[in-house]
């Protein structure tokens, strides 16, 4: 995006006063970000997937992790942040040569809307519409759909992510938000919430097996919790984190320890033992039927605390 186009953007929906600052910016990789500090928070978005990369409420470490060796190509997904997972969770069920998690991370938004809240909070839309992207993308989805997403950022961080099928037949769609949390110390983290819940256990084959009292990481951990609702809270030494969710059945928890983590090769040294994903999703057997001219809207609101 040249310097011009990203000026134009400026003049449609920067901000700039007492409560709020939100300018569009060229980021890494020439790729546009937007930059956005109210009196609650601050965050830089970018343009390429709607992919957050950072939240920090005032007086608070950033709560999403970014490793210090993401790379931020065009058209390649960044380690870390908030990914947006979508329209397939995971492997494409029938064509492996489709991307892992579908194509929503790695292409560009179009920025739709921005407003300051009375309650101090900042709003930003984004909107995607797959009959405008390239025709690579349509040959892997060839149904006519729309998906707005809506950050709104203060204290609390509140996402939304709304499909709607505009296609002649019912979509299936898998989805999730993929969000990487700075928990700075794996080994004094546990995650609650999920007790007697059952879930697919990835490194073992996917067999299902059901959760015996909170999460605690000492290994690889690749999980689908099926048939969940519920709050999550990520307990460590730095904070709790309370995850809030609707219009999510699924729970993803995700951490690939060492051995995988060094085939990576952009998680940072030693970035596993500073991150963990816990991610609001529909997938497996929880994925999304959604007729036509109808809408589905997973929504997750994160809250932090300090211990």
Same mark, same amino acid.
């Given at each position: ?20 600052s ?16 109210n009196?609650?928070?601050?965050s ?5 997937g ?6 920090q ?20 997904s ?29 292409? %560009? ?27 690579a993308?349509?040959? %892997?989805w060839?149904?006519?759909?729309s ?9 609390s961080l ?10 002649a ?37 996917f ?5 015996k009292?909170?999460?605690i ?39 690939p ?6 085939k %990576? ?10 991150m ?14 959604i ?10 609101t ?6």
């Open positions: 995006m040249t310097d011009t186009q990203i000026e134009s953007l400026n003049q449609q929906f920067a901000l700039s006063s007492p409560e709020v939100l300018r569009i910016v060229k980021g890494e990789g020439d790729i546009p970000l937007i930059e956005v500090k009196q609650l928070a601050e830089r978005i970018r343009l390429q709607a992919h957050i990369l950072s939240w409420p005032s007086n608070q470490d950033d709560v999403i992790w970014l490793s210090k060796d993401a790379s931020f190509l065009e058209g390649k960044v380690r870390g942040g908030i990914p947006i997972c979508w329209p397939w969770f995971g492997a494409h069920q029938s064509n492996n040569s489709f991307p892992a998690h579908g194509f929503a991370r790695t292409v %560009m938004w179009e920025l739709c809307g921005t407003e300051q809240l009375k309650t101090g909070e900042t709003k930003i839309r984004f909107c995607l519409n797959t009959e405008h992207l390239n025709e993308i349509q040959l %892997m060839p149904y006519a759909t998906v707005e997403y809506t950050i709104t950022l203060g204290s509140s996402l939304e992510l709304k499909t709607t099928n505009n296609s037949e019912e979509l299936v769609i898998g989805e999730a938000l993929h969000t990487y949390f700075n928990i700075n110390d794996i080994s004094a983290t546990r995650v609650e919430g999920l007790d007697s819940r059952e879930y697919l256990d990835k490194p073992d084959n067999k299902r097996k059901k959760q009292g909170p999460i990481i000492k290994e690889e951990v690749d999980r689908i919790y099926v048939k969940t609702a519920d709050d999550i809270i990520i307990n460590n030494s730095l904070r709790k984190i309370k995850i809030n969710k609707q219009g999510s059945q699924s729970t993803i928890v995700w951490n320890w060492k051995t995988v983590a060094e %990576m090769g952009d998680l940072g040294k030693d970035g596993y033992l500073q963990l994903c816990v991610e609001s999703a529909n997938a497996a057997e929880d994925v999304i039927h007729k036509t001219g109808q809408s589905h809207t997973l929504c997750v994160y809250s932090v605390q300090d211990v």
